[in-house]
């Protein structure tokens, strides 16, 4: 029966990316989807090969059979999938090691302010990861970090920051900047400081990295710093004008007319090439210049 042995062949062949040594972080279930027709392909075959031994009623008994089959794992996974609390709770219960699916769980408890369940979930889980999304739970219960908090993770961060540490590290930072959370600016400019010398993903996250850097020396007061910073993201990332509008605003603030107008002369030359409409950051800057340079 090579139809039969085909089909079996092929869902085996169709998994060997789930199944194998292949280094995949992740298991999707659409992976699922190609492979599955090898099992239609052998069990419609086996119909096939076994047609004359089978009477007009077994079949028809087979048939409601698979259809129910069908449904009711259908059923099982639309209740699984009905919402994303069902989903990750599932999730939680077959794989409570994994930490994507224990920081998503957390993510979501900390959305509705239940901070305290959200770090018991993290509690037992090690990482730069988890120490970050511990820290920005505890920023939004308190609204404060304490400097020694900071300092603990900037010691302990590593090569390479992966996706969670970034998102912990931008997320911070953001509600520093928004005073959503009193972050010491000097003990978080020290961690921003050295997450811009390790490895990322990509260079894309290492710009996100100094861009946060950049405002975060600028509060500080440390101008040069901050300016450096804007052009080492600019550096990583040449097709956004975004550090080149900012740093032309400081540079307006300091009164350092003559380079504002070169780096929004650069800035200007980037926008135009680019996809997004920058007229309105354009325009005010127009404005800033307009305001120091004519007399009043």
Not at 112 to 134: C, F, K, T, W
Request: glycine content about 2%; proline content about 4%; some cysteine.
């Amino acid at each position: 029966m090579p139809l039969l042995a085909f089909g079996i062949i092929f869902f085996f062949v169709g998994h060997s990316l789930e199944s194998t040594v292949l280094p995949l972080e992740l298991i999707y279930e659409h992976r699922n989807y190609l492979p599955s027709y090898g099992v239609f392909l052998a069990i419609f075959s086996l119909f096939y090969y076994l047609n004359s031994n089978i009477s007009p009623t077994t079949k028809k008994l087979m048939v409601v059979a698979i259809l129910f089959f069908l449904s009711t794992l259908t059923f099982i996974r639309v209740q699984t999938w009905s919402s994303y609390t069902s989903f990750y709770n599932y999730a939680y219960q077959i794989h409570p090691q994994s930490y994507r699916v224990t920081a998503t769980i957390a993510e979501e408890l900390t959305r509705q302010e239940h901070y305290n369940d959200a770090l018991s979930i993290l509690a037992p889980v090690n990482g730069n990861g988890p120490m970050l999304q511990r820290l920005y739970i505890q920023c939004m219960r308190d609204h404060t970090l304490e400097p020694q908090a900071i300092n603990n993770i900037t010691d302990s961060l590593s090569s390479p920051i992966d996706d969670q540490s970034l998102t912990g590290i931008l997320e911070l930072a953001r509600l520093g900047l928004e005073n959503t959370c009193n972050i010491p600016l000097n003990q978080y400019s020290s961690l921003l400081t050295k997450a811009e010398t390790l490895n990322t993903r990509s260079a894309k996250d290492k710009y996100k990295i100094a861009l946060y850097n950049a405002q975060y020396q600028w509060k500080l007061g440390k101008k040069l710093n901050a300016l450096s910073a804007l052009e080492r993201a600019h550096l990583l990332k040449q097709d956004t004008p975004i550090p080149l509008f900012l740093k032309t605003e400081w540079l307006i603030e300091m009164r350092n007319i003559q380079q504002a107008k070169i780096s929004f002369s650069r800035a200007k030359e980037i926008a135009a090439a680019s996809k997004f409409s920058y007229d309105e950051l354009i325009s005010k800057i127009n404005s800033k210049f307009h305001s120091v340079t004519i007399p009043h």
